[in-house]
Nanobody, 124 residues
Framework: QVRLVESGGGSVQAGGSLRLSCAAS??????MGWFRQAPGKEREGVAAIGSAGTTTYATSVKGRFTISRDNAKNTLYLQMNNVKPEDTAMYYC????????????????????WGQGTQVTVSS
């Protein structure tokens, strides 16, 4: 059974940092990513990483967020630095058992498995 479980969300002030984690199990995931959805907005791709470590970022987070993975622990991370109020959203972990590299925008259709999400709230 495939499971993606996010953790690390919470409330933080603008300019602060958070690290999200996603514990994956049930399959070999080659392509993994983070998406977010703010109230009243469509879900958008934030960052993605392939099995070899190739990364893609949304323009809005480039230079502030870093995606990484620990294959030995089957865990995906998103280090969020210098967060802004507009980063407030539900953050979702996504994964797929096909490897790929894609340019931004990161597509939802590239991922077959999804977590339940973790809320991030940034106050000004």
């Amino acid at each position: 059974q495939v499971r993606l479980v996010e953790s690390g969300g919470g409330s933080v002030q603008a300019g602060g940092s958070l690290r999200l984690s996603c514990a994956a199990s049930g399959s070999s995931f080659y392509y993994m990513g983070w998406f977010r959805q703010a109230p009243g907005k469509e879900r958008e791709g934030v960052a993605a990483i392939g099995s070899a470590g190739t990364t893609t970022y949304a323009t809005s987070v480039k230079g502030r967020f870093t995606i990484s993975r620990d294959n030995a622990k089957n865990t995906l991370y998103l280090q969020m630095n210098n967060v802004k109020p507009e980063d407030t959203a539900m953050y979702y972990c996504a994964a797929d058992d096909w490897d790929r590299t894609e340019r931004s925008p990161i597509r939802e259709s590239s991922f077959g498995y999804w977590g339940q999400g973790t809320q991030v709230t940034v106050s000004s």
